[in-house]
């Protein structure tokens, strides 16, 4: 571990002058242990930015730590960043040029989802972390105009500061399925002797979510829901579908483009023009008095 928390830019002591960057150390701390799988965690790296008072400085220093480890043997190696909501430099490191398979955590209030499904009657599904389009349409904008700390600031609806439970939005971008949002729960569970731990489970489990539904009077919905795809031809009058023999024939039927194409020679492109007789012909030059 490196603890860098006595490096204040101002506040150095005469040992510490002109060391307040700790980019070789942690980049040769690194080097070191590449024998091993690595998590390399930087919990201030927004302080970083503001000691060296360069955006530009901390993202570099995450890229280079990026391509340090990307010398690595062991493929579970990984760079974890806390980054503030606020930070500005939350839209530089999560963008593809820094990070291309980037798995990011976003904390949400739980009174945020509460407030969706109890005012727009869209609440997340309780069998599954991947809500309907509509709910995303709704949350989405409103987390990023805050209304999540509104609601805990303003205490509206019973929301309160203090809270034994959450939402996560995960987002991960890589691999075969590009880009895939999802969005869970937490809650700290009592294990005895004064101790509690951290477990994962669905919206739907959150008691703030279930007060909620309950209060609206909504049922919970669940994944199974959705509505199927509509079939158009339902209820018509006649028959748009085709047998196999009939779809069978229709494949070998040769279009008349494709003929065309078959038995035109392969020869160079020629533009043939036969002149109109309103076309204004003339052989000459207009533009050879000029000296160009």
Same mark, same amino acid.
């Given at each position: ?37 690595? =998590? ?14 360069? %955006?530009?400085?901390?993202? /570099? *220093?995450?890229?280079?730590? #990026? ?21 500005? *430099? ?11 398979? @980037?798995?990011?955590?976003? @904390? ?5 989802? =509460? ?35 509104? #609601? ?30 999802? @969005? ?26 279930? =007060?909620? /539904? ?21 209820? *018509?009058?006649?028959?748009? %579908? ?49 000296? #160009?």
């Amino acid at each position: 571990m490196i603890d860098w928390t006595g490096h204040i830019p101002g506040y150095e002591t005469e040992d510490s002058v002109g060391k307040s960057n700790p980019r070789q150390s942690v980049l040769g701390t690194i080097e070191k242990n590449l024998e091993h799988p690595l =998590a390399v965690l930087i919990d201030s790296i927004d302080t970083f930015r503001s000691d060296v008072g360069s %955006t530009s400085a901390a993202c /570099l *220093l995450v890229s280079e730590i #990026l391509e340090t480890l990307g010398k690595s043997q062991h493929p579970t190696s990984r760079l974890v960043l806390p980054i503030p909501s606020g930070s500005p *430099l939350l839209p530089h490191l999560t963008s593809a040029s820094i990070f291309q398979n @980037l798995t990011l955590l976003v @904390l949400h209030s739980p009174y945020l989802v =509460a407030h969706i499904s109890q005012s727009y009657l869209t609440p997340p599904p309780v069998d599954s972390p991947h809500p309907s389009d509509k709910f995303w349409s709704l949350f989405l904008p409103a987390a990023q105009r805050g209304e999540g700390e509104k #609601l805990v600031l303003s205490g509206e609806g019973g929301a309160c500061r203090q809270m034994h439970e959450g939402v996560v939005e995960v987002v991960i971008r890589g691999g075969r399925k590009g880009v895939e949002r999802t @969005l869970e729960g937490w809650r700290v569970k009592d294990v005895g002797d004064r101790s509690q731990t951290v477990e994962p489970c669905l919206c739907g489990d959150l008691d703030i979510i279930k =007060a909620a /539904l309950g209060k609206a009077g909504i049922s919970a919905t669940r994944s199974s829901d959705a509505p199927a795809e509509t079939d158009v031809t339902h209820g *018509l009058s006649f028959n748009l %579908t085709l047998t196999s023999s009939q779809a069978e024939a229709k494949s070998k039927v040769a279009l008349p483009y494709t003929i065309a194409a078959q038995q035109a020679p392969n020869t160079a492109a020629v533009i043939h023009y036969d002149p109109d007789s309103a076309d204004d012909m003339d052989d000459e030059d207009p533009d050879e008095d000029l000296d #160009l």
